[in-house]
T-cell receptor
Framework: ELKVEQNPLFLSMQEGKNYTIYCNYS?????LYWYRQDPGKSLESLFV?????AVKQEGRLMASLDTKARLSTLHITAAVHDLSATYFC????????????????FGKGTKLSVKP | ETGVTQSPTHLIKTRGQQVTLRCSSQ?????VSWYQQALGQGPQFIFQ???????GRGNFPPRFSGLQFPNYSSELNVNALELDDSALYLC????????????????FGPGTRLTVL
């Protein structure tokens, strides 16, 4: 069974601090996605990582992908309250694992709360 | 450019009933995927339609069925509703199948919140 595991599942941070969310996956894949979801809202695409060693940054968020370790990280720098949301990583499984082409397998999400 | 839209926003049904959810893909997108998101969980893939044909299906029973129209809008039908079907249903569109036709990401709609009593 293909699995995507995120940790931590809950994260309470103080403004100004740094932290990292981890995403481990059990299948061969070189395509990984990070999404943000606000309460009651849909998913907003943050990053698309398409190769080993890919690193992308947007504002206070930076995502990286290590396909050999089957690990992606989402690093938060100097957190602010506006970053409070649930963050999901999702993996596009390789065809030889029987995954349907183009479907995504999501982790359970990391609920981030940034407090003043 | 119009984004992905879904209707209705909220829906309440009772066990055993049938429901149809609708999705209009983003302009120019020919691929639509449907996901079910239970409370506190990540989205789970239901199925995908590419150019009006089902392209893949997740681990959902046959009472979950779908359709894609020539304008690439899509419907999700669920028969014989069960309490566990209560969830947020998300549709996502892309120009082509991720990883195969040059599409790099899916764009999600706002979702339909289905409550089954």
């Amino acid at each position: 069974e293909l699995k995507v595991e995120q940790n931590p599942l809950f994260l309470s941070m103080q403004e100004g601090k740094n932290y990292t969310i981890y995403c481990n996956y059990s299948t061969t894949s070189d395509r990984l996605y990070w999404y943000r979801q606000d309460p009651g809202k849909s998913l907003e695409s943050l990053f698309v990582l398409l190769s080993n060693g890919a690193v992308k940054q947007e504002g206070r968020l930076m995502a990286s992908l290590d396909t050999k370790a089957r690990l992606s990280t989402l690093h938060i720098t100097a957190a602010v309250h506006d970053l409070s949301a649930t963050y999901f990583c999702a993996v596009d499984p390789a065809m030889n694992y029987g995954g349907s082409q183009g479907n995504l397998i999501f982790g359970k999400g990391t609920k981030l709360s940034v407090k003043p | 450019e119009t984004g992905v839209t879904q209707s209705p926003t909220h829906l309440i049904k009772t066990r055993g009933q049938q429901v149809t959810l609708r999705c209009s893909s983003q302009s120019g997108h020919n691929t639509v995927s449907w996901y079910q998101q239970a409370l506190g969980q990540g989205p789970q893939f239901i199925f995908q339609y590419y150019r009006e044909e089902e392209n893949g299906r997740g681990n959902f029973p046959p009472r979950f069925s779908g359709l894609q129209f020539p304008n690439y809008s899509s419907e999700l039908n669920v028969n014989a509703l069960e309490l566990d079907d209560s969830a947020l249903y998300l549709c996502a569109s892309s120009f082509g199948i991720l990883g195969l036709a040059g599409a790099d990401t899916q764009y999600f709609g706002p979702g339909t919140r289905l409550t089954v009593l």
